[in-house]
Structures are given as C-alpha cells and as structure tokens.
C-alpha cells in the first residue's frame, strides 16, 4: 500500500492569504501543506502525506455555496485524496459551514472519508452533525496543537478505510442517530446491575441519556411600553393569499415575512393560513384573531406602544423539527435586532 | 408462596400419531390436536408445523406463544382456564426450550396497520425475536366464515377501535383458550417422569440486611386471571403469579415487537432476575402493577400517586420500571419514575425506543429523574432480512407489499417480541 493521500481544507485567513478583506476570494489550491497543515503532516507521520491544500473565502463561500462547492470538489478530485480533512474552524460560523459542506459532499459525490474539526458551539454543528465527522475543538485557534493531533488519529483510521466505532470511545462529536446493537447481556441483569449500583451510590451509565434541555430564559421585561418598538410573529401559518412563498403546511423548512405598513387590520380574504395542525376556518374567517394587528394598531394610535414593526414573520408549527425551528429563531432575530425591534407579539397555534 | 418450576427441556418435536415426552423429544398426535381444537367450532382449519432454530423458515400473522405447561394440583393458566385457587404455588411442569406459537388470519373489525408479526429461524432475523432460538409447534388457526364477515352485526368496532368489534373478542378468546388447553395437553405428556431440573421460587427473608427492590410492572394488552387488565387499578402481585402465567396476552394490535407475549410473562426476565438475586444483592420486595391504558392526565396522575404509594408502603429503597411502548403509556411511566424518585425510591427505567434523530430524540415524554434507562432497542430502525425457503402462517402480509418469503427490509418493528421490555431479550440502542 503506498502513501495515504490527504487534502486539506482551509479558509482564506489559514490558507495566508489575508484575512477578513480577503474573504471574498474564490476556490484556489496548491499542492503539500500550508499554514496549520504543516502540523498536521507532521502529525500523520510517514503513512499518510497532505498532497495538496484548497482554500476558499469565507464570504465566497457563503454567498455562492452552491457553485463554491462545486469548483472546490473538482480541485480536490484532481488530486486523487484518499481522505479529506477541513479546518479547524474553531467557532467561526462561515467557515464552519463551508467545512461541512465540503466534507458532505465529499462523502456523497466523491465518495471519499471526510473529517472536520469544529469547536462544539459552532452553529455548523448543529447544521451537519448527522452526516458528519466532527472533531470537537476549543473555540478558538488557541487549541490548535490538540485539534490537529486528534484530526490527524481519526484521520488515518478513516483513510485505512476502518469503520470508527461510538463516538464517545472514539472522541467526535455524536451524530446524534441511536441505533439497535446485539448486546451479550439481557436487558434484565442490565437493569439489576444499574439498580444496584445507584443503591450503593457507585457511578452507572445510563443506555439512554435524556435530550438536551433547551431552556429558555425569558428576557426582563420592557421598561416602558410607550417607547418600545414592537413585532409581530406567529406560528400560526397565516401568509398573503396564495401563498407566495410556499410554506409548508406541517413540517416546515421555511418562514416568510410580510408587509403591514400601513394596514389598520388584516382582511379576511387577502390572507390565509395553511396550518397542518388546527382547525383554520375562524382563522381564515377573521385572520386578526391569529395576527392581532387590529389591535396593535390601535395601541400604536393612542400611545399605548412606541411603534410596530412594518413587517410581520410567520411560519408553521405544526411538526417543524427542533432543528428548523433554531434555525427560524436566529434568521428571524438578526431581522429583528437589525430593525431595532425591542420586543415581540408572539401567536402561537 | 413457593412455586417450583419442574423443567422437561425439548430439543425436537415430531409430529406422529401418539402424545408423548422421551429423552428430549415432544411427540405431538397432529390429528387428535386438531380434531380438538376444530371441535371449538370456531375454527375452519387448523395445521400444524414444526420449526427448529437454523431452518430457512419464517412464521408470519403471528398472535401470541405459549410454553407449555402442566400443574397437577390445579390450572396451569389460573382464571384463564379454570379456578385461580393456588395459583403461584405448587409444582408446575414446563417444556423448556419450546414454544407454541399460535398465527391466524385476520377476522373482521380488527385493526390490521399494527397486526402483522414475523419469526424468522435462520440469519439476522432469527437473532431478533426470542423465538428465533426455540423449537417451535406453529399452530396455524383459519377463523371460520362468519368471523371474517364484515356484514356480521357484531364485526363493528367498539367505540375504540384499538380494542376491536365484539366479533374480535369472542375469536381472540377462543383461539388463547385452544392455545392454552394445548400448552397443558402437551406439558401433560411428562406426568410421572422425573424432571431434569427443579428451580424453587420462594421469597425467603434476607438474613442480613439487603436494599428492598420492587418491580414496577406497566400492563398492557393482557388479562390478569382472566380478567383485562387494562381497566383495573394498581395492585400488588407476587412474582410467583406472573412466573405461574396469571397473565396472558390478549390483544395482537400493537407493534409485533414490543407486545407482552404470555411465553415472555411465563419466562418474565426482570422478575426471574430480581429473583437470582435475592438474598445475595438485594431483597425482592414484590410486583406492583399497573394499567397503562389512562387517557387523561388526572387519572395518569392518581395512577402514578397510587403505585408510588403502594412502593413506599412495601418499604422499596429501589424499583425497575418498564414501559410498554407507544404514546400514552410514556406518560404515567414517566410520573412513577419522578414520584418514585421525589419519595426517595431510586429508579431504572427498561423501555424500547421509537425514534432516534436530533430532530426526534424518541421520548414522548419524560422528566428529568430519569436518569438510569436500559433501551430495549430501537423498533423503528430498519433491518434487512434474507428470503426463507419456507413460510408459514399466511401468503401475504397484511400491511406489507412484500412477499413474505422474500428478502426483506422493514422496520425491527415487525420482529415480534424482539424489544419486549419484560428484559429477557438482548438488544440496546446506543448513540453515534
């Protein structure tokens, strides 16, 4: 077997050459190591050799990501990799994702093993853990030296072409998938031996931990309403007749956001509400009911609040996944603060 | 209470014309069998098989098994088939090793979507269902005309159409009376031979002081002694009852692999577990059992005070809690566990899983002290199933567009009793 062949991904900023006024630059490479891959050459050792580097702007990447996929999958194929491994991208948001774009489609269309290293609050995580392997990293390039070491182990075990076991053991981060496994020990004497351990206060590992809970904290509440700068979003799936933009009844992947300048109340007729999961008709027969504008409105008239916001955000409820439903809440918040908005009626269904 | 287990292990059964038990062997009179069971007068046809760990054979329509068995001082299925007096005392013989397993076509208004249920006794699938590894006498039951008549006056549903039409209830209970008369027919084959193994189930107090455990057992889809067991309150059992088949599996309409099979209550893994353990490691304090069938949240609630209750005043310091499956069951499942805990009364939790994604961590509901959980496995995971040379038990699946002797890839869900949470079985679910 000859020498395992590595490509490795880098932003502009890593690649050298230049940082944030760079970003706009587009998919390049070189062949052998640059910046961090020299480490990373060095931590393989003698079986494997980073062949090439390929690098992209962070902003390119993000605006066309598409076509910047593309052009760097067929830079990486011209050197034949036998694995590919991205970053660190530490917690940088644009160039985590444009790490797990191109370790998903390398996978996919190459059909070559990938790796990333992402530090675990990086919002690309979330975006490509199922299909990924992530290496958890420190959040920022401080944690370089360990980062590499651990990409470099993984590394060589999926370019080998062995199959990685449980993440735990292992040290990626989880897909987050369960799976059924044979087990020699009968789930009975499974639960007696965790029941004993819990009476005599030894430590045990549960078969299945508990999901995350992902609590809210509720903000302080506005000082002064008469001032404050207020929106309206919803749940509810009330969008312009016809549906411009396609929202899905149940299971939704996207939200919209519609304009209210200048409407004292919403108009029956003019909008409707596709919602999978309610009853809509006195929705539909009344959308202020769901969409209190009227009322805002009037508030807004006699001082009661500052001002409403000149749009409105909706999307559906309705079995839309936790995954999703983040991903609405951070697109519809950088609306939101970018618009000075201080707070927010919320209609859920 | 002291109930011995007389073991009579079956390595093979031949069908012939006698009934007898020799060195291993059950020989079963097929012709007697069916003329009995056909003399219920609710049957059509019936047909017997054998089928044997690593034959390429897969029994489908399955309905419920059974380990045969015999008591000679009383019913071997108390209030099912006759007085319940004695029951969980006495000497009870079994046929270790085998199992009846009882297939019938669907009859009308039963709900077919959850029906279906699959053994195979060759490759992967053999391995995912207990009986995959025994010796197994397939009865196949053809329920007469007027049972399959959707005209039948009696072939609406009830109000709730898990539970079936009154058509359904009276088939249902007279193909587990056949099954069970059978079960001690054959088991009656070892009267006067001496067994090979003895096991004695007694609750013999600790005599040194040991961390009191009880079982807290969520019923399902069976009768207790007879009676269903899904609208009865929460009460204390003694675990010789359930060894001693005080419950039998009613209903077929729930997922082939989390149903509560009568051969599962029989061979109950978490009680024989506790059992082994008794004296050494902890003192078996008793079962408590409850319906899992409320469906609002105040009964849920007054369900779960009651068995929490019940546990303090057996003195538990600990608990094993299974889960059925499904949604509402997760429910009052989940309240015992966090009373439990609040009262003081450490908890592990033994339940199949549904889902597994991010986006579906499979809970229906839970609470924070559910912090010990043994999976069962995942039901919803897909598996891939080599073609069998043989198929018994129907030509079709009910809700499959597959033919069943062929490759499959289905959901585990279809393996009937493969993540049974009673615990014999050895399938997990872990995270990647």
Redesign the interface.
Known sequence: MGTLRIVHYLNQFFAGIGGEEQSGVGPGGREGAVGPGVLLAHNLGPEAEVVATVWCGDDYFNEQPASATTELLALIAGYQPDLVIAGPAFNAGRYGIACGQVCTAVQERLGVPALMGLAPENPAVEMYRQQAIIVPTSESARGMATAIGKLAQLGLKLARGEKLGAPEVEGYLPHGLRFTEEVPVPAAVRAVDMLLQRLRGESFQTEWPLPARDAVPPPAPLTDLSRAKLALVTTSGLVPRGNPDRIESTYATKWGKYRIAGLDRMVAGEWETRHGGYDTTNANADPNRILPLDVLREFETTGVIGKLHDEYFVTVGSGASTTNAKRFAREILAELRAAGVDGVVFTVT | MRLELANYPVHDIQLTDHMAYADGTLYVDATAVREHILARCDFDDVQLAVVRPGEETRVIHIVDAVEPRWKPSGSAFPGYLGPRTGAGTGRVHRLGGMAILTTSDAVAGEALYWREAIVDMAGLGA?LTPFGGTVNLVVQLQPRREYQDERHPEAASLDDSMIGSPLLHRYGRSLREAQCELAITLARTTEGLRPVDVEVFELTPPTTPL?R?VYIFQIARLSVYGQRADITPPTIMHPNEILDSALVSVQANAHAAHRYVTYLNQNH??V???YA?HGR??NFAGVITYPATMNDLNSKDAVAETVVELARSMGA????LNYYGGGHPAVEFMLICQKAEQAGI???L??P?AY????????VH?V?E??????????T?SVQLPAMQRVIGGEHFFDLPDAPGGELKLP?RYLYAG?T????????????
């Not at chain 2, 949470?421 to 990647?432: D, E, K, N, P, W």
């Open positions: 391995r961390p455990v893994g978490i024989r577990e506790l353990r490691d902890l310091n600990g608990a094993v450490k908890t592990v033994v339940m899983e597994g994604t991010p986006d579906d961590p499979g809970f839970y924070q559910a912090v010990a959980i043994v999976s069962t496995g995942r039901h995971q585990l993540c949470s009673t615990g014999s079985g050895r399938l997990t679910a872990r995270q990647y």
